[in-house]
Structures are given as C-alpha cells and as structure tokens.
T-cell receptor, first 103, second 115 residues
Framework: AQRVTQPEKLLSVFKGAPVELKCNYSYSGSPELFWYVQYSRQRLQLLLRHISRESIKGFTADLNKGETSFHLKKPFAQEEDSAMYYCAYKYIFGTGTRLKVLA | NAGVTQTPKFRILKIGQSMTLQCTQDMNHNYMYWYRQDPGMGLKLIYYSVGAGITDKGEVPNGYNVSRSTTEDFPLRLELAAPSQTSVYFC??????????????FGPGTRLTVT
C-alpha cells in the first residue's frame, strides 16, 4: 500500500541551527512528492515539490530513491519557520511534523 | 481569484443530524478532494473527484457522501452524524497529476463537532 511516513511529531531546534524534517515513502509509479506547510491560523499551502528542485524560503528537499526518502532541510532555522509540515505523495499525506524554532 | 472556499467555518451537530459542507474552487481544476484532520493523525482522504460527474472513495469514506455536478463545486454530505466525525474538514483542488500544476490548493477548513 502507498504510504508516507513522518517519524517525528515534534521537532524543536534553536534559531540558526540546521533543520531536517524526515519523510519516507512507499509507492509504485512515477514520483509525485510534495512538502506542504501550515502556519498558525493559515491554510495548508505548498512549500516544495520534488519535480521543481527549487529552494523556497531556504528549504530544499532531495528525492533519494535508494532510501525512499524526501527529507526537508534548511541550513539555518528562523523563528518564522515554526509551523506544521506535511510530506505528501500525490494525495496521501504523512501525519505531519510540528517544527518549533526557539529563540 | 478566491481559490478554494469552504462553508461553514464552524458547526456543532447533534448525533443523528445531517449536514452538507460546501466547497467551491475557481481555478478550473479537474481534481477535488475532501480530507479530515484529526489531532496527531495528519490528513486522511475521504473522497475525491477527477472531474464533473466522477467521484471515488478515499481512505475513510464511511458515513459520508459526495457529488460533483460542476467543475467548481464538490459538496460533502454527512448523514446521521456521529461523535467519531468530530474533526476538521479540508477541501482541496489540483490540476491533473503529473502536470506542472498538480499541487493541491486547500480551503480554510471547517471545524465540526458532533455531540
């Protein structure tokens, strides 16, 4: 069965520290992987998609087919990055990771 | 563009009552989705639609019904509400999978409580 796993429910880091939010997937077919973010009192919105290979708000995510992972990374966390992050394969979502960036 | 709109924002239902959650999108997307979000459980797909007149079940369809008479609208119907349906409901739409616009656009959500 297709599944997206985000092993961490909560990740706390200090401002300026590197961030890595983990995502592992299992699927068959062509990859369509996304990271969505939900800031406080805002709706879910797209952060990154694997196909575009771009950096948004300093975040990047690399598809590793060997490890079936699509981890989200940022070298220096900022307080405004505090939010809920969801990894998704098409319309299948992980359980989300809450990122807290501490001052 | 308003994007994806949902009504109502909040609702309290009594056990056994029914209601319809409305969802409208103005981006001419073929695909539309309904999710429920329970605390600590992420988003679970209830139903989705690939175009007007076509709907299919997701992971948790029991207790819900949908229809898609137009491209823009995708209402979710709850029949005989139960406490287990207390959740936050999100509607979303997207372009066709595999296209450059396959990401989902979400509505603001409807917080439903069944008591």
């Amino acid at each position: 069965a297709q599944r997206v796993t985000q092993p961490e429910k909560l990740l706390s880091v200090f401002k300026g520290a590197p961030v890595e939010l983990k995502c592992n997937y299992s699927y068959s077919g062509s990859p369509e992987l996304f990271w969505y973010v939900q800031y406080s009192r805002q709706r879910l919105q797209l952060l990154l998609r694997h196909i575009s290979r771009e950096s948004i708000k300093g975040f990047t995510a690399d598809l590793n087919k060997g490890e079936t992972s699509f981890h989200l990374k940022k070298p220096f966390a900022q307080e405004e990055d505090s939010a809920m992050y969801y990894c998704a394969y098409k319309y299948i979502f992980g359980t989300g990771t809450r990122l807290k960036v501490l001052a | 563009n308003a994007g994806v709109t949902q009504t109502p924002k909040f609702r309290i239902l009594k056990i056994g009552q029914s209601m319809t959650l409305q969802c409208t999108q103005d981006m001419n997307h073929n695909y539309m989705y309904w999710y429920r979000q329970d605390p600590g459980m992420g988003l679970k797909l209830i139903y989705y639609s690939v175009g007007a007149g076509i709907t299919d079940k997701g992971e948790v369809p029991n207790g819900y019904n949908v229809s898609r008479s137009t491209t823009e609208d995708f209402p979710l119907r709850l029949e005989l509400a139960a406490p287990s349906q207390t959740s936050v409901y999100f509607c979303a739409s997207s372009g066709n999978p595999g296209s450059l616009r396959s990401e989902q656009y979400f509505g603001p959500g409807t917080r439903l409580t069944v008591t």
